[in-house]
Nanobody
Framework: VQLQASGGGLVQAGGSLRLSCATS????????MGWFRQAPGKEREFVAA????????VYADSVKGRFTIFRDTAKNTAYLQMNSLKPEDTAVYYC???????????????WGQGTLVTVSS
């Protein structure tokens, strides 16, 4: 089972990036896909999650209205569209698959390797 995150990079404040999380090795139809981030010296925090089957999504308050999570079931890939980026969004972003409580990292049994997002002011 693999989750491959990609799409990170350097962007100016106010810019946009789209992260991708390609899955392989099993189907996640009964799971939800989540994005977490971890800034230097900080704990990993929940960003967004989406039900793989139904497509319902939840967001952290800090990204609501700026980020959109969606998935393409045909491509077995989840995405995180990030708009109006701020310097405080700078972090390593991880995708994960799990079941249970959206915002709890312990609910996720599968993790990608992380992709770095740097937002300059």
């Amino acid at each position: 089972v693999q989750l491959q995150a990609s799409g990170g990079g350097l962007v100016q404040a106010g810019g946009s990036l789209r992260l991708s999380c390609a899955t392989s090795g099993r189907t996640f139809s009964s799971y939800f896909m989540g994005w977490f981030r971890q800034a230097p010296g900080k704990e990993r925090e929940f960003v967004a999650a989406i039900s793989w089957r139904g497509g319902s999504a939840v967001y952290a308050d800090s990204v609501k209205g700026r980020f959109t999570i969606f998935r393409d079931t045909a491509k077995n890939t989840a995405y995180l569209q990030m708009n109006s980026l701020k310097p405080e969004d700078t972090a390593v972003y991880y995708c994960a698959a799990g079941s249970g409580t959206y915002g709890n990292p312990k609910s996720y049994g599968y993790w990608g390797q992380g992709t770095l997002v740097t937002v300059s002011s």
